[in-house]
C-alpha cells in the first residue's frame, strides 16, 4: 500500500507540478485548493502525510495545521512564499515538521518528504537492543516510536520525538541548540535556533516534570541522578 499525500494549495500550477512529482515517486496523492475541503477529510480520515500552503483562500494554513495537530501527529510539511523567520516560527510552533519557501524545486520538496517518512518510519533492520530505551519514568520504544510519561503513552510530532530520542539516548550529555536543530532538522536547515526552544516547551508541556534541563547560554540535556 502506497503512502498518501495530501497537497492544500491554491495555486493549481504548483498543485499539478507537486502532485505529479510525487505520483512518479510511487505516492498517492490528493488535492484540494483550500483548508475547509482538506479540514473536511482530516475530520474523517489522515493522509500519512500534509503539505499546506499557508496563503489560502479563507481558512489560511496556521490554522488548518493547529486544527490538523489537535487530533493527529502525522508528519506536516508547510510552504508559503512568506519567508520572515516569525513565519518559519510559528510554522513550527503550530506542530509542523518541515518548511519551504516559495519558490522552490518540486525535486527539493520531494526529498523532503522522502527524508520525513524515513525519520518517522525507521527500518525494520535497526538492533532489537534498540528498540526500548529507559531513563526514569520515561521509555521510548524506538521501533514503534512511541514515547511513554510515568506509564501513560505521550502523543508526540516527528520533530517532538526526534528531539527526546537524541536527548534518551544521551542521557546527562548537554547538547547545543545549534547541535540539535542539525540532528532533528538537517544539516541544510537555516532557521532560528527558537524552533528547539518551541519543541522543548512542548515537551514539557505534555510531559509535566520531565527531566528536560536547560543549560543557560548553551542548550539543553536530559537530566539523570546517578541515584536513580
Not at 41 to 69: F, S, T, V
Not at 139 to 157: A, C, G, M, P, Y
Request: aromatic share 10%; proline share 4%.
Amino acid at each position: 500500500m502506497h503512502q498518501h499525500v495530501f497537497i492544500v494549495e491554491d495555486d493549481p500550477n504548483i498543485r499539478d507540478i507537486v502532485k505529479a512529482y510525487l505520483i512518479k515517486e510511487g505516492y498517492d496523492v490528493s488535492v484540494v485548493g483550500d483548508a475547509e475541503s482538506a479540514w473536511a477529510y482530516a475530520e474523517k480520515k489522515q493522509p500519512d502525510m500534509w503539505i499546506l500552503d499557508i496563503m489560502l483562500p479563507g481558512m489560511d494554513g496556521y490554522e488548518l495545521c493547529k486544527r490538523i495537530r489537535q487530533i493527529s501527529e502525522v508528519p506536516i510539511i508547510i510552504i508559503s512564499a512568506k519567508d520572515e523567520e516569525v513565519d518559519k516560527i510559528l510554522g513550527l510552533e503550530l506542530g509542523s515538521d518541515d518548511y519551504l519557501t516559495k519558490p522552490f524545486s518540486p525535486r527539493e520538496l520531494v526529498a523532503r518528504v522522502k527524508r520525513l517518512f524515513k525519520r518517522t518510519q525507521p527500518k525494520e533492520t535497526e538492533s532489537v537492543q534498540t528498540d526500548a530505551v529507559t531513563v526514569g519514568d520515561l521509555s521510548i520504544n524506538h521501533k514503534e516510536r512511541r514515547v511513554f510519561w510515568q506509564d501513560e503513552e505521550i502523543d508526540v510530532t516527528s520533530k517532538e520525538y526526534d528531539l527526546l530520542y537524541h536527548l534518551v539516548k544521551n542521557e546527562n550529555r548537554a547538547f547545543s541548540r545549534e547541535e540539535l536543530l542539525t540532528l532533528v532538522w538537517g544539516d541544510d536547515y537555516f532557521g532560528s535556533d527558537r524552533a528547539v526552544d518551541d519543541l522543548i516547551k512542548r515537551l514539557r508541556k505534555k510531559m509535566d516534570g520531565v527531566p528536560l534541563e536547560t543549560v543557560w547560554g548553551y542548550g539543553y540535556r536530559l537530566r539523570q541522578d546517578e541515584a536513580e
